[in-house]
């Protein structure tokens, strides 16, 4: 079993840049392939980017290519998501969540979730 928790998360003027952390529990992390979404209020949680077990390949969402970067380190059993050149359109509350399957996008797969963290971006 991992438990996942997620810090980070804040206010941020439009363009600015924050770095999201998920810190997982269990002797297995780095068993896991772990990934990123978000849900906006009214909206389905959606994929931002996720990592495989080994940290050595990664897959984005086209909303966040070029601007999002997800690593990880399985000695200190944390995924992190650098995220810069922020937009209003970000806002939502940020989730990481654990799958043993791999690059994954669709919450389904994903077996672990933590409780979230709020982004809000300004213009």
């Known amino acids: 079993q991992v438990q996942l928790v997620e810090s980070g998360g804040g206010l941020v003027q439009a363009g600015g840049s924050l770095r999201l952390s998920c810190a997982a529990s269990?002797?297995?992390?780095?068993?896991?392939?772990m990934g990123w979404f978000r849900q906006a209020p009214g909206k389905e949680r959606e994929f931002v980017a996720a990592?495989?077990?080994?940290?050595?390949?990664?897959y984005y969402a086209v909303s966040g290519k070029g601007r999002f970067t997800i690593s990880r380190d399985n000695a200190k059993n944390t995924v992190d998501l650098q995220m810069n050149s922020l937009k209003p359109e970000d806002t939502a509350v940020y989730y990481c969540?654990?799958?043993?399957?791999?690059?994954?996008?669709?919450?389904?797969?994903?077996?672990?979730w933590g409780q979230g963290t709020q982004v809000t971006v300004s213009s």
């Open positions: 969540a654990a799958n043993l399957g791999g690059l994954r996008t669709t919450p389904a797969y994903y077996d672990y």
């Open positions: 269990g002797r297995t992390f780095s068993s896991y392939a």
């Open positions: 990592i495989t077990w080994s940290g050595g390949s990664t």
